[in-house]
């Protein structure tokens, strides 16, 4: 049951081969039994699921229930869930039971999913293997020795393990498309604007956007029709029509073109990883694509421009957090000062301080020409290259990630080596364009992924390029032994 | 840019963030380290360029002046670390 499709699971529901209690207490046994070895879940809600399963069970017998209607999801713990722990992976956080729902949430608890669950993170999102997370490390099921990847590590691990059918996750830099490569799994991140920010807890909020995280292109359809959309509470969203993502699924990719950008296929870029993203380049030749060399020069300036842009927000976000009306405050403080500093100070992680302080500096008196303006004036020329590739491809392909997932601890001292993890899924959030990615064939037997970026407001483009090589191969369907 | 330990403090105060004593050097390595990397920006000639600051080049939205909002005080001050009569207490600022 576990590894069924959210298309073939709603079929069996509506089909009333078995009912949404029933699926749902399949998979709460299934977090019971493997999750301690993982760690992907912060909070499991089982009482929420059930009643949730209850409800929409009700539904389906009643006829009127969507795609998502009665399917188990997991949260990632940045989307404010109304009543229970958000935790956003931060000890300053530990306490806080959100009094309000997320957008996002709302719209899914709408479309009927059941939710079991609040995903594992890195602490406030700033993170590439999850290993800054206030509640420990998640651990890769294709290897307990190894990273999921980060920021959304738990939501990528729990898809990959089959402790959810499908989960929620959110992109600054990567934190969506390289857990989601590092596990095998296809994830989502939507042109800035496309899905709500409202509950959803700010890191750098001219990057953020949350995505879907699932096991096929399909699936992930499914989940962004229920996300996406126009939300009045969001200053950011955007005013655009919501296409039917699944419509276009399986187009014809003949005469598609195809950029691949030099600068993503050069040092650097593991000899494994190039020979998985060539083995797909050659499916979708046979697909009749039509495939050309781009260039997008600035790539390199993606990375730097990057850790000023997001660093310098996240600090001006973040100083919301004081101690005072709620999450974590330190014990007998002096005075108001004391109060500000210990809390924060006690709350915040080593990676979450760094990047506060990055940011602080950055934005400080006498330095903000040098730093902040100077990188949104790069920004420019990276969205420039962009533009420019678009007039001659439809849809750019890449590696998602320079290599398979790394052990655990072996990069947690370096900030600047585990920066450099990001370098192909940075520029992406930076332009504010989608991105998605997709498992293609693994290397020494742990995943790889795929990447594609779109123009802006063209996911459904994407989801239909990933698809047509999800019906031309198997590489997404591959499962880790033991789950 | 190299940042020293009285560099360090002095972020830390602006932030209003305590770091431990014996973390500030480690900090000043990292930062400087994160520095350098984003001193590749100096290598770009941007005179001509105009800064960024929405991926849509989006106008901000505006809407009516009514109110949308309920009062939710009682939901809000349940989670809370400290409340007294309705109010949220901090140390005694004037004394």
């Known amino acids: 049951m576990h590894n069924k499709t959210i298309a073939e699971l709603g079929a069996g529901l509506r089909a009333g081969e078995f009912s949404s209690v029933e699926l749902t207490r399949h998979f709460l046994e299934r977090i019971d039994s493997l999750d301690e070895g993982l760690n992907c879940y912060i909070t499991v809600t089982p009482d929420v699921a059930l009643q949730a399963a209850e409800a929409a069970d009700q539904r389906i017998s009643a006829g009127y229930a969507g795609p998502l209607a009665g399917i188990p999801i997991a949260q990632k713990d940045i989307f404010c869930t109304q009543g229970v722990k958000t935790s956003c992976g931060s000890r300053m956080l530990d306490s806080f039971i959100s009094p309000y729902d997320a957008t996002v949430v709302e719209r899914l608890n709408a479309a009927g999913v059941v939710m079991l669950g609040k995903a594992n993170m890195d602490e406030f999102a700033m993170g590439s293997s999850n290993e800054t997370s206030f509640y420990g490390p998640v651990r890769n099921p294709w290897d307990r020795e190894r990273v999921p990847g980060g920021s959304s590590g738990g939501s990528a691990a729990l898809v990959a393990a089959r402790l959810a059918v499908a989960a929620t996750g959110t992109d600054t830099g990567g934190s969506i498309r390289q857990p989601a490569a590092l596990c095998g799994i296809t994830g989502l991140k939507p042109t800035y604007g496309r899905v709500s920010r409202y509950g959803m807890i700010a890191f750098a909020s001219s990057l953020d956007q949350g995505g879907p995280m699932t096991r096929s292109a399909e699936d992930a359809a499914l989940m962004l029709q229920a996300m996406a959309g126009f939300d009045a509470k969001d200053s950011t969203s955007a005013e655009e029509p919501l296409p039917d993502f699944s419509a276009g699924l399986n187009d014809s990719l003949q005469g598609l073109k195809i950029g691949l950008p030099k600068e993503y296929f050069g040092e650097g870029l593991d000899a494994g990883v190039a020979a998985s993203v060539e083995a797909a380049i050659e499916e979708y030749r046979k697909l009749g694509a039509q495939v050309v060399e781009i260039s997008l020069p600035n790539t390199h300036l993606a990375v730097p421009t990057y850790y000023v842009v997001a660093p310098a927000e996240c600090s001006s976000n973040l100083s919301r957090f004081d101690g005072v009306r709620y999450g974590y405050r330190c014990e007998d403080p002096r005075d108001l000062e004391d109060l500000y500093k210990r809390s924060r100070g006690e709350g915040f992680g080593e990676e979450v301080k760094r990047r506060i302080m990055i940011g602080t500096y950055a934005l400080s008196a006498g330095y903000y020409d040098a730093y902040y303006l100077k990188a949104q004036k790069i920004r420019h020329l990276i969205s420039d290259d962009f533009k420019a590739a678009f007039e001659q491809v439809d849809v750019i392909l890449g590696p998602s990630t320079p290599s398979t997932a790394f052990g655990l601890g072996e990069k947690a001292d370096d900030p600047v080596t585990m920066y450099l993890n990001d370098i192909y899924t940075i520029a992406a959030n930076l332009a504010g364009l989608p991105g998605m990615s997709v498992p293609v064939a693994p290397v020494e037997g742990m995943p790889v992924g795929l990447q594609l970026i779109g123009n802006y407001f063209a996911e459904a483009k994407l989801l239909n390029v990933a698809h047509k090589l999800q019906q031309a191969t198997d590489w997404h369907k591959l499962a880790p032994e033991g789950y | ?95």
């Open chain 2, 1 to 95: 840019m190299s940042l020293d330990r009285s560099d360090i403090e002095k972020i830390a105060h602006l932030a209003r963030m305590a770091v431990d004593e014996d973390r500030i050097e480690g900090y000043a390595t990292d930062l400087s380290n994160i520095l350098g990397l984003v001193a590749q920006m100096d290598d770009v000639e941007t005179d001509d360029v105009t800064p960024m600051a929405h991926p849509l080049h989006m106008a901000q939205r505006l809407r009516v002046d009514e109110v949308t909002e309920v009062d939710r005080r009682e939901a809000f001050q349940a989670i809370a670390p400290k409340v007294e009569s309705d109010l949220y207490l901090v140390p005694k600022v004037i004394e």
